[in-house]
T-cell receptor, first 113, second 113 residues
Framework: AQTVTQSQPEMSVQEAETVTLSCTYDTSESDYYLFWYKQPPSRQMILVIRQEAYKQQNATENRFSVNFQKAAKSFSLKISDSQLGDAAMYFCALETSGSRLTFGEGTQLTVNP | NAGVTQTPKFRVLKTGQSMTLLCAQDMNHEYMYWYRQDPGMGLRLIHYSVGEGTTAKGEVPDGYNVSRLKKQNFLLGLESAAPSQTSVYFC????????????FGSGTRLTVV
């Protein structure tokens, strides 16, 4: 069975600053995908970034980047130059060969002006 | 706009009533999923389908049934609603495991009284 753990229920950051959200996971498989999803108050789930486990290079999407540590089973999300629109619930998710996403508990991010 | 459409968006049921949630996607995706979201628990998989005519149980299937008679539609049924089924329900679809991520509907908020 796969598990995903987000140990930070809430985080806050000042506008224009950098924040890192933590995620750890557990799987016995060697081939898998990791994702970060954003859920604003509108409730819509928005894909932020994805990482293939076989790739050593960390994924980057504009102000969003990940620190993927495969041996430690860690997948943190860094948001640079935080904006008010980044305020949302963030979910870390894992997909293995079963083609199903397993989600973490979520981290509520607040961006202070 | 192409994507995943869920109906209804809100519903209030009395204990013991039945209802069906409809999910429709127009992206020709093979895989479809039903998740429930509860505070502090992230999203949990109820049932999923890897193709037309197929269904499988997820993490929390009890009390729910599903059908996928057409590739574009995935129905979630509650035969006898219970207060424990009060939740936000999300449908999602994907073309292939992992590579493209998942597309989510906007959710259905269900309250069972």
């Amino acid at each position: 069975a796969q598990t995903v753990t987000q140990s930070q229920p809430e985080m806050s950051v000042q506008e224009a600053e950098t924040v890192t959200l933590s995620c750890t996971y557990d799987t016995s498989e060697s081939d898998y995908y990791l994702f970060w999803y954003k859920q604003p108050p509108s409730r819509q789930m928005i894909l932020v970034i994805r990482q293939e486990a076989y790739k050593q290079q960390n994924a980057t999407e504009n102000r969003f980047s990940v620190n993927f540590q495969k041996a430690a089973k860690s997948f943190s999300l860094k948001i640079s130059d935080s904006q008010l629109g980044d305020a949302a619930m963030y979910f870390c998710a894992l997909e293995t060969s079963g083609s199903r996403l397993t989600f973490g508990e979520g981290t509520q991010l607040t961006v202070n002006p | 706009n192409a994507g995943v459409t869920q109906t209804p968006k809100f519903r209030v049921l009395k204990t013991g009533q039945s209802m069906t949630l409809l999910c429709a996607q127009d992206m020709n995706h093979e895989y479809m999923y039903w998740y429930r979201q509860d505070p502090g628990m992230g999203l949990r998989l109820i049932h999923y389908s890897v193709g037309e005519g197929t269904t499988a149980k997820g993490e929390v299937p009890d009390g729910y049934n599903v059908s996928r008679l057409k590739k574009q539609n995935f129905l979630l049924g509650l035969e006898s609603a219970a207060p424990s089924q009060t939740s936000v329900y999300f449908c999602a679809s994907s073309y292939s495991a992992g590579i493209y991520g998942y597309t989510f509907g906007s959710g259905t908020r269900l309250t069972v009284v």
